[in-house]
């Protein structure tokens, strides 16, 4: 995909949502930040199931580092890895009330250094809070951007990379949401929605399929 085909990609995806943004609920840096580290390896509908529970009851870093790990898990128990995440969300409530007079920091590094954040956590906080222009790449933006040769790359970072060089800078703050929206509901895994689509037409994946559907109907 050239640049040109990158602004047209964009273009469509923005037009069909003009203002894209996180399916998980959160009213507060805080709130967000607990989420995202909730939904690693979990659905954004499961995490909201668990704190839509949790966060009326306890919604700040003295809250939830009140409940303990026991008292944060029977809120949590129902998503992925809870075990870890429960003991993982402890500690980084510490830290904050610790280092960081308990606000969420505007800084990768120490959004990092925070047990249970990695650099997609903190790039989530980083673009939807703080509004860097930055890109959280997940198992959709990894799929979606090799498919559709909108930035291909081996490896999670690889495509990161490659994302923030190729997409233009007026779409960038938003390419996130776009393209995580976009994996997660019409480029998913086993069966593209392909036909409907808006930007079928630039996907090289999509253009291979209707070549090789061509030739066997020439035949």
């Not at 995806?13 to 609920?25: G, W």
């Not at 960038?172 to 998913?188: E, P, S, T």
Request: proline share 4%; hydrophobic share 40%.
């Amino acid at each position: 995909m050239n640049q040109a085909q990158r602004h047209e990609f964009f273009a469509a995806l923005k037009a069909h949502n003009p203002e894209p943004t996180t399916e998980l609920n959160f009213s507060s840096t805080f709130e967000l930040l607990i989420a995202v580290i909730l939904s690693a390896q979990a659905t954004d509908i499961g995490v909201n199931k668990a704190t839509d529970k949790l966060y009326p009851i306890a919604n700040t870093p003295e809250a939830i580092l009140a409940l303990g790990v026991d008292g944060l898990k029977q809120y949590i128990k129902t998503i992925g890895l809870f075990n870890s995440k429960a003991a993982n969300v402890i500690k980084t409530c510490q830290q904050l009330i610790t280092l960081h007079n308990s606000e969420v920091p505007d800084d990768r590094d120490a959004l990092e250094a925070l047990p249970g954040v990695g650099r997609k956590t903190a790039n989530v906080i980083l673009n939807t809070v703080f509004k860097h222009p930055v890109i959280a790449v997940d198992t959709h933006l990894f799929r979606l951007s090799n498919r559709t040769g909108l930035a291909k790359g081996k490896t999670v970072r690889a495509v990161e990379d490659r994302l923030m060089k190729v997409v233009p800078n007026e779409f960038k703050q938003d390419a996130h949401h776009w393209l995580i929206l976009h994996g997660r509901y019409i480029c998913i895994a086993r069966k593209p929605q392909c036909k409907i689509c808006v930007v079928n037409h630039l996907c090289n994946d999509y253009r291979r399929q209707q070549k090789v559907i061509a030739k066997a109907s020439s035949q």
